[in-house]
């Protein structure tokens, strides 16, 4: 190691003194720009000052490699709280990468890094890059790893980390480095690796993100050591040191005699039902899926208790169907199918009866990629499901050859019994969707505020715009997807995969950061319990004018927790009334409308007159449209 390396301008040219030997020996060269990307100005370098003698310094450190190989991958951003394992690749990010593409945004916690790159990815269909520091950070981030790999999103981390213990400075650095970086979530992500060269690093950054974008998708880090950012690059090896080609994995499909075989079950079904997970990853799936319950005139629904997916459009006349009544059922990438068809019920000490609903004889079937990405830890596979058929592979890819299947097999028999089950099935979702209005009215003009007036509210505001759903719908009761116009892709990004608290807020931030650059109107109906889990998040919105309302749904509770208390005392014939202790957020109550200000965010609130709800919502839309977020504090009905 050379202790006192000239600090040359050459740091900002990485490649142009090897550029005439590297030309015969890479397939694509180093270069700040990605493959496929325009080059852009580089942008001005400020004179580095004179170094002191006896300071270490170099002109090619390997981060600014690093920062190549991540610029190929097409990353837009990467979030980060900051920390001093990966120092080298966060300053060859802003100087040598220009902070573009990707764009460093400032995180205030390594959990909500992670959630915001998860919310990202279901709007966008591609991973963010997310930076987390040694085993504290990978330790605060490790239940957003989780919520992504059980909701089966691609999330990209680098984790710094200092394995030689030669180069370990204090006891920081030894209490926060680690003999196996990845080990504490390795059964909670799909790959991960530790180079030990820059070559090494190159071949495994590609395959990581190849492997995170393969269905079932899904995290993956990747070990960035501490020394081999910050060392220089040998000049010997600059030349052959080489970008490797990604190319994208072509999903899985289903085996045609397979697929064959459950084309002939649909089409001589007199009533299949669909029952949709994870079925639509892209809005292409969508519109397949609509394809073949249009076909078959068959209903589709999402499970019984949490929608995953914008899988099927909320108003469509096909939407909903009872699985009692099916003699076929098909699940689409459901991770518990066998909830989906079974009511659990406790048995005192002896474990939950599991009753089928279906009547005897129904077929099952299914398409499904879980179990190509399963351990024995976790337990996020549900209960084992007896199915008459089961297709391995990625529901999405394996639907057109299915539509086709069953098209060739339609008789104009089979047809005519088709569209009198549409009918049948138009009016009976018909019925539905007028109840659940009927239903929204009651209440209107209590206080606390109904969640469902809630909902309808921003219905009102919100409808003629192009806007997106970016938070989950289980704890209002589901009112949005009741009541809105759900059809696009984007409208709605689902639940967090593993329920884990402190998902919400971040997951919006992120999917609204996705969602700029389209224009949308971004909304989060945010959990209050959830925000408290790591409200700074608000404060990387404000400060990457990152568009987002936030509309609070404050109940002053961990309600479901308050409902369970109460439930263990009726069964215990005590009293429930005090069930609200450890459960209740008040004394005193949270203001979140000063919060959102005190992190530079505009702010309005407590709303608790139903009738200054609407005005307050079109205030804070004004801002979210002049390029801002805004949040309005709602206090609510429990649910």
């Not at 490790?142 to 006891?171: E, F, H, K």
């Not at 549409?422 to 929204?440: F, P």
């Not at 002053?556 to 429930?576: G, I, K, L, P």
Request: net charge neutral; with cysteine.
């Amino acid at each position: 190691m050379a202790m006192a390396k000239k600090h040359g301008v050459g740091r900002r040219r990485f490649m142009t003194d090897a550029a005439a030997g590297a030309a015969a020996l890479v397939s694509t060269p180093l270069s700040v720009h990605g493959a496929g990307q325009n080059p852009s100005p580089a942008p001005a370098t400020p004179a580095p000052p004179a170094p002191a003698a006896d300071v270490y310094n170099t002109d090619r450190p390997g981060s600014d490699f690093m920062v190549d190989l991540i610029k190929s991958l097409g990353f837009e951003y990467a979030a980060a709280n900051p920390g001093g394992s990966f120092r080298a690749l966060h300053e060859s990010l802003v100087n040598y990468g220009g902070n573009r593409m990707p764009e460093l945004l400032t995180c205030l916690h390594e959990e909500s890094s992670v959630a915001m790159a998860h919310g990202y990815a279901k709007i966008e269909g591609k991973p963010m890059l997310v930076m987390a520091h040694g085993t504290v950070g990978l330790q605060h981030a490790s239940m957003a790893i989780y919520n992504a790999y059980a909701d089966r999103v691609p999330v990209y981390s680098v984790l710094g980390n200092i394995l030689d213990i030669q180069w370990r400075r204090n006891d920081v650095e030894w209490t926060h480095a680690v003999q196996d970086a990845a080990a504490m979530v390795r059964d909670c992500i799909k790959w991960d690796d530790t180079p030990v060269s820059l070559s090494h690093f190159a071949e495994s950054a590609v395959r990581a993100y190849k492997i995170a974008m393969t269905p079932p998708m899904g995290p993956v880090i990747l070990v960035a050591d501490g020394p081999m950012q910050e060392e220089g690059i040998p000049v010997a090896d600059r030349s052959r040191l080489r970008v490797p080609k990604l190319t994208p994995t072509t999903p899985p499909a289903g085996e045609s005699g397979a697929v064959n075989e459950l084309a002939r079950l649909l089409v001589a079904a007199d009533n299949p039902a669909i029952i949709a997970g994870r079925a639509a990853r892209t809005p292409r799936g969508l519109t397949l899926l609509v394809e073949l319950a249009e076909l078959l005139q068959a209903p589709v629904q999402d499970g019984k208790q949490f929608v995953q997916r914008m899988n099927f459009p909320s108003r469509h006349p096909l939407r909903g169907g009872n699985v009692a009544e099916a003699d076929l059922v098909l699940g689409l990438e459901m991770p518990d199918f066998f909830q989906q068809i079974h009511t659990l019920t406790p048995i005192n000490r002896l474990g939950m009866e599991a009753r089928r609903q279906t009547k005897p004889g129904t077929k099952i079937a299914t398409i499904s990629s879980h179990e190509l990405l399963s351990n024995s830890n976790y337990q996020d596979f549900g209960r084992y499901t007896e199915a008459d058929l089961a297709i391995i592979a990625d529901a999405e890819a394996t639907l057109p050859s299915l539509i086709e299947a069953c098209r060739r097999l339609i008789t104009p028999d089979r047809r005519r019994l088709f569209d009198e089950r549409g009918r049948r099935l138009a009016e009976a979702s018909k019925a539905l969707r007028d109840l659940n209005v009927e239903q929204a009215a009651w209440g209107w003009d209590a206080s606390p505020i109904s969640t469902a007036r809630m909902a309808a509210e921003l219905w009102n505001l919100i409808k003629d715009e192009d806007w997106s759903l970016v938070s989950d719908t289980t704890f209002v009761n589901h009112w949005p997807l009741k009541l809105w116009d759900v059809t696009r892709h984007h409208h709605y990004i689902g639940w967090s995969g593993a329920y884990g608290i402190g998902y919400g807020a971040p997951a919006a931030v992120g999917a609204a950061l996705a969602n700029k650059k389209y224009g949308r109107l971004s909304v989060n109906i945010q959990c209050d319990g959830d925000l408290n889990y790591a409200p700074g998040v608000l404060w990387t919105a404000a400060h990457h004018r990152i568009p987002l309302l936030t509309v609070m749904h404050n109940n002053r509770a961990y309600h479901q927790e308050r409902m369970f208390v109460a439930d263990m005392a009726a069964r215990a014939n005590r009293d429930v009334s005090r069930s609200n202790i450890g459960n209740e957020l008040a004394d005193p109550f949270i203001d979140y409308a000063s919060l959102a200000k005190a992190y530079g965010m505009y702010g309005i609130g407590p709303i608790e007159n139903p009738n200054e709800l609407g005005p307050a919502l079109k205030r804070a839309i004004d801002v979210v449209k002049r390029g801002e977020p805004a949040l309005v504090d709602v206090v609510t009905q429990p649910r």
